[in-house]
């Protein structure tokens, strides 16, 4: 089946460095990649939508200019989060799906520690 | 817009016990539903997915769901919980069929099975 690959699996960073995260589709071409943001015990809050070869749809509340996606081909989108602190810990996750009918896969997820 | 409602936060049962874990969603057109399982730590599995057709689908691991559009319902279940079940489950909702994959997550139930 399809998968989804993300990476690292964890990541602790000192205040105001900047993290990128990858999210790869392994065995399939996905044009478009979500990115969600899950807080402890809560769901999952969609963050942005990345479109390869353009800018990615960033829901309300949101800082584009904090978390920055790139979607440079069919197989990879990063999310980059700049001058990260202690508040953006969280755990985010991935996800693609192969055709519009199909359901999204997900990836294993990145547990950001921001000290 | 559209909401999905997941009744209980935390559900506990015995192993060997039903399993019975609540959804009931808001949508204006008719959705695809969708539950997906988290272990800790670790991106979402989907279960099950019901899009059009047969309101009963089944899932992996033994679980199905049963869509009721007069309820609004999408409960899942399994005849007797195992120990490997316990897990956090998500249902979810999408209702765009044409390039628009976002899904709407519930706030996730615990499932916790007593030995």
């Known amino acids: 089946g399809a998968v989804v690959s993300q990476h690292p699996s964890r990541v602790i960073c000192k205040s105001g460095t900047s993290v990128k995260i990858e999210c790869r589709s392994l065995?399939?071409?996905?044009?478009?990649m979500f990115w969600y943001r899950q807080f402890p015990k809560q769901s999952l809050m969609l963050m942005a939508t990345?479109?390869?070869?353009?800018?990615?749809?960033?829901e309300q509340g949101v800082e584009k200019d904090k978390f920055l996606i790139n979607h440079a081909s069919l197989t990879l989108s990063t999310l980059t989060v700049t001058s990260a602190h202690p508040e953006d810990s969280s755990f985010y996750i991935c996800?693609?799906?192969?055709?519009?009918?199909?359901?999204?896969?997900f990836g294993n997820g990145t547990r950001l520690t921001v000290t | 817009a559209q909401s999905v409602t997941q009744l209980g936060s935390h559900v506990s049962v015995s192993e060997g016990a039903l399993v019975l874990l609540r959804c009931n969603y808001s949508?204006?057109?008719?959705?695809?539903l969708f539950w997906y399982v988290q272990y800790p730590n670790q991106g979402l599995q989907l279960l099950l997915k019901?899009?059009?057709?047969?309101?009963l689908v089944k899932g992996i691991n033994g679980f199905e769901a049963e869509f009721k559009k007069s309820e609004t319902s999408f409960h899942l279940t399994k005849p007797s919980a195992h120990m490997s079940d316990a897990a956090e489950y998500f249902c979810?909702?999408?209702?765009?069929?044409?390039?628009?994959?976002?899904?709407?997550f519930g706030t996730g139930t615990r499932l916790t099975i007593i030995p």
């Open positions: 996800s693609a799906s192969l055709e519009n009918n199909s359901p999204l896969h």
């Open positions: 065995d399939f071409q996905a044009t478009t």
């Open positions: 990345s479109n390869e070869g353009s800018k990615a749809t960033y």
């Open positions: 949508s204006s057109v008719p959705p695809y």
């Open positions: 019901y899009t059009t057709g047969a309101t």
């Open positions: 979810a909702l999408k209702i765009s069929n044409f390039g628009n994959e976002k899904l709407t």
